[in-house]
């Protein structure tokens, strides 16, 4: 396993984490701005989260991989669409508090972030926000952040999360998401008004950006084309943001081609709802897992608590 940086342009690096196998190896590429990882691949090279071909470069947020929200998630607040987490250069944290030895990983880099003077002039909050990227035997990617109070003056804070993970799919028209049926969901597109899912594994016709309340640990996005299944894992995430955008708002973006809605989908482990406080001296701690698995999924034929429950 190696770890280097591959670049460094401007002040922006970018990290690649591989690991050698037989055949061929996988890459993870992670960028310092935004604390982002934008690539994950399988063992074939096949890019396995989304980027737009029209992503732009720094200050502007990038869309694509996974952004961090962070302290405020959507617009649920005074502070920049998402908090300002996903536009600041993060730092390499080269010392951090130990997590508990998990022998399925086998690769990982530790990022830092701090606020700056002028981040606490908008949100006067002083925290030191901890990423740990991971990368299993397997493929698997996590994300573990650890985010503390450090203020001085006696002030707990409450912020808003969320891991915004833009997947990469083969045509949205034929991917299932299995594990939120039933679940109550706030719609960002009624005003926040709650509704309840149907019964049945969500498909997707046109625009969606719902935010789904104490939905499960574990989240499928079946992706009938590729035969891929992703599975996705979350700890100490309550909700889970589900978004997208579609063709009027996909044209309406500027850093997001007009088609590109048909080969992505956010699934978002989130915290929205109930905003997470802390008080000097506290930390949280909120994990995301991702692992890609074949998937032999024809209409009609998946068990969807096979996917879920192995
Ligand atoms: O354009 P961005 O600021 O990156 O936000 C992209 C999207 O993020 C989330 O999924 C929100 O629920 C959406 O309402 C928002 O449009």
């Known amino acids: 396993f190696f770890l280097f940086l591959k670049s460094k342009i ?11 196998a037989p055949v061929s190896c996988r890459i993870r590429t992670i960028r310092l701005f935004g604390g982002q990882v934008t690539s994950w691949k399988n063992d074939h090279g096949e890019e396995l989260l989304f980027v737009s071909s029209k992503a732009i470069k720094p200050p502007k947020p990038f869309r694509g991989g996974i952004p961090i929200c962070f302290p405020q998630f959507g617009t649920q607040g005074n502070l920049e669409q998402h908090g300002f987490a996903r536009n600041r250069l993060w730092a390499i944290d080269d010392n951090p508090p130990p997590l508990p030895v998990n022998p399925a990983i086998k690769a990982f880099v530790d990022l830092i972030l701090k606020p700056s003077e002028d981040d606490l ?6 925290f030191e926000f901890r990423l740990r990227i991971a990368l299993g035997a397997g493929g698997d990617l996590s994300l573990t952040s650890r985010i ?10 409450s912020y808003t999360f969320a891991f915004h993970t833009y997947f990469s799919v083969s ?3 034929e991917v299932r998401v299995e594990g939120l049926e039933t679940m109550d969901y706030l719609d960002n597109m009624k005003g926040k ?5 149907q019964g049945d594994a969500i498909v997707f016709e ?3 950006d719902k935010v789904y309340l104490a939905a499960p640990s574990k989240v499928a ?5 590729m035969r891929r299944t992703f599975v996705v894992t979350k700890e100490g995430l309550p909700d889970a943001v589900v978004w997208n955008p579609w ?3 996909a044209k309406a973006m500027q850093d997001f081609g007009d088609s590109e809605y048909k080969h992505m989908l956010c699934v978002e482990p989130a915290a929205v709802e109930k905003p997470i406080t802390l008080k000097p001296g506290e930390e949280w701690k909120g994990r995301l897992g991702l692992s890609a698995v074949p998937s032999s999924y024809c209409s009609g034929q998946l068990d969807p608590l096979k996917v879920l429950h192995g």
């Open 193 to 197: 008004e709650r509704f309840t899912e």
């Open 171 to 173: 045509d949205i028209s």
């Open 206 to 208: 046109s625009e969606v």
């Open 10 to 20: 401007r002040g922006y690096c970018w990290i690649h984490i591989s690991r050698r």
């Open 247 to 249: 063709d009027k708002k």
């Open 121 to 126: 002039k908008m949100w006067p909050h002083s």
């Open 221 to 225: 996005i079946i992706d009938h084309d």
């Open 148 to 157: 503390r109070n450090t203020n001085t003056d006696g002030r707990p804070f």
